[in-house]
């Protein structure tokens, strides 16, 4: 059998258990190819697992290995890093719990919270590097790491409470949908509630938009008020004045 | 030559803290996972970063897939040569196994046939990782499971790579026993087979008993039998670099390191013998 072939057949028999697929190694390769299946199997369980710990105690030990085995089942790792198999757990979760938002919006929140986790370095812009800064023409860059996350539920409680090992809120929708700000400061990732005004604003200013076009469409206070949080939470990488 | 004897560890998350609270740890040098620090920033960069101040860091990669019959991923070597670069290691490795053909990856160490194609492929793919990584690379060989109908024994495979593409070998008492005891060869004639003189590093590692097969678990001591073989081994190759790799239940540091001095006495009995 060419090596091809030989590495295909494998896969296939990775994927699907089919002993038609095993038969063509052989009887004496029966015992080996258990092992290494159980080890591929493990391995992907393993790595979910320690990837949204979080949501395994939101949902139980059971229902994650369950899930977990869903998706092991459905999708097939592609990516040099493990990292990258997990990315659409969220979607094999809204699936399975269609009654459920927040165990997929959890799933999704863990996930952007890893992703910052190993995330491009980036020093925040602090107030005394703003002396100088024209307002007029002024273009805010946010951190590499900052991301925004729809959510429809009060995930964010949820996630902070098993966190800190305190007794998490039940499930309960928001009253109207909100977006979570996901980004790393110094080396920790970091997550706020932000209301729809906010959010649109932080899209804005990623896509390039200047302070002073930002500031067309809000209050100043609500302007000010925004700068001087972002500033606090370290979300701005750098502040540039075109010339 | 006991002063040319290094010795090292595995580092791994739980033994973080010790090796970065300013105690210092009784290591020559660590090894790392290349893969958990192939990111783009963050907690693991800044961690390797102040391990490397302290320690020499050897690179040991898990998902290069040199038996790939499909070739190498350019993005996978990219991004392994930007850690090369940063960190510059001590050894770079990986195994001589597959792991992904095509789009699937299956995160595991899988089994090579040992024929000639075969080892075309593995030579290409070992010559190319080595043209982009500016640098020899070491090949482990592996703990299998499966072994397929070839000509070619194991260590004349590993021979026949090095020869070809100049890479270098780390060997793995470990693997050669829990290997040799499932397919039933010799671990000593493995070990009178392979080019000593292109040993640069030795794992060390425990292994389980499974329901049919012995499993390379890292998750136990190191067996007695493979202390033997670790000896048997130093006496082949000489006073290479050598390291314990422990990847579940991971006890406190204090253990590793009293296992660690184990090799060292086995590496002082064998100095004080060829003396």
């Not at chain 1, 090596?3 to 052989?26: V, Y």
């Not at chain 1, 040099?80 to 198999?85: E, F, I, K, S, V």
């Not at chain 2, 998350?13 to 790392?32: I, N, R, S, W």
Request: proline share 6%; glycine share 6%; aromatic share 8%.
């Amino acid at each position: 059998m060419r090596l091809l072939a030989l590495q295909q057949n494998f896969r296939e028999w990775l994927t699907s258990e089919a002993a038609d697929t095993a038969a063509q190694f052989g009887e004496r390769a029966r015992p080996g190819l258990g092992v290494y299946l159980n080890n591929y199997r493990a391995q992907l369980l393993a790595f979910l697992s320690a990837s949204y710990p979080v949501l395994r105690a939101w949902i139980g030990d059971a229902a994650f290995e369950s899930a977990a085995a869903t998706h092991i089942d459905s999708v097939q790792p592609h990516a040099w890093t493990l990292d990258a198999y997990g990315l659409d757990f969220a979607d094999t979760l809204e699936h399975l719990y269609p009654a459920d938002p927040e165990v997929p919006e959890l799933a999704r929140l863990e996930r952007d919270l890893a992703a910052a986790f190993v995330g491009l370095d980036a020093a925040p812009v602090v107030p005394a590097d703003l002396a100088d800064v024209d307002w007029d023409t002024a273009l805010i860059s946010l951190v590499p790491t900052f991301k925004l996350l729809p959510v429809t539920t009060n995930v964010g409680a949820i996630w902070s409470s098993i966190a800190n090992g305190e007794n998490p809120p039940s499930a309960a929708r928001l009253p109207e949908p909100a977006s979570l700000v996901i980004w790393r400061h110094a080396l920790t990732p970091r997550f706020r509630t932000v209301t729809a005004e906010e959010a649109r604003a932080l899209r804005r200013a990623q896509e390039g938009e200047s302070f002073a076009s930002l500031c067309a469409t809000l209050s100043p206070e609500t302007a000010g008020s925004f700068l001087g949080q972002w500033l606090s939470d370290g979300l701005i990488a750098c502040i540039r004045c075109p010339s | 030559m006991l002063d040319t004897h290094r010795f090292g560890l595995g580092l791994r998350k739980p033994h973080y803290a010790d090796f970065l609270d300013g105690t210092p740890v009784a290591v020559d040098f660590v090894e790392v996972i290349s893969e958990n620090f192939m990111v783009e920033g963050g907690r693991p960069l800044d961690v390797l970063r102040r391990v490397r101040e302290r320690h020499p860091v050897a690179l040991h990669g898990v998902s290069m897939s040199l038996g790939s019959a499909d070739g190498l991923r350019e993005d996978y070597l990219r991004r392994l040569r930007a850690l090369v670069d940063r960190v510059e290691p001590l050894f770079v490795s990986d195994h001589l196994s597959w792991s992904r053909i095509g789009r699937f990856n299956s995160h595991d160490l899988l089994p090579l046939p040992y024929t000639e194609e075969a080892l075309e492929i593995v030579c290409g793919n070992v010559a190319r990782a080595q043209d982009v990584l500016g640098r020899t690379m070491l090949l482990e060989n592996p703990s299998s499971y499966v072994s397929f109908a070839g000509d070619i024994k194991e260590w004349e495979f590993l021979e026949a790579v090095c020869a070809r593409t100049g890479c270098e070998l780390l060997l793995d008492v470990n693997n050669i026993f829990v290997s040799a005891t499932n397919h039933g060869f010799d671990p000593i004639a493995y070990l009178a087979g392979i080019p000593a003189h292109r040993v640069r590093q030795i794992h060390l590692a425990g292994h389980s008993q499974g329901r049919e097969l012995l499993i390379d678990t890292h998750d136990t001591p190191v067996a007695d039998a493979v202390w033997s073989l670790y000896a048997a081994a130093l006496n082949r190759v000489g006073p290479v670099h050598t390291m314990i790799e422990r990847d579940d239940d991971i006890p406190p540091l204090g253990e590793l390191l009293a296992e660690l001095d184990i090799a060292r006495g086995i590496g002082a009995e064998r100095a004080r013998r060829a003396a």
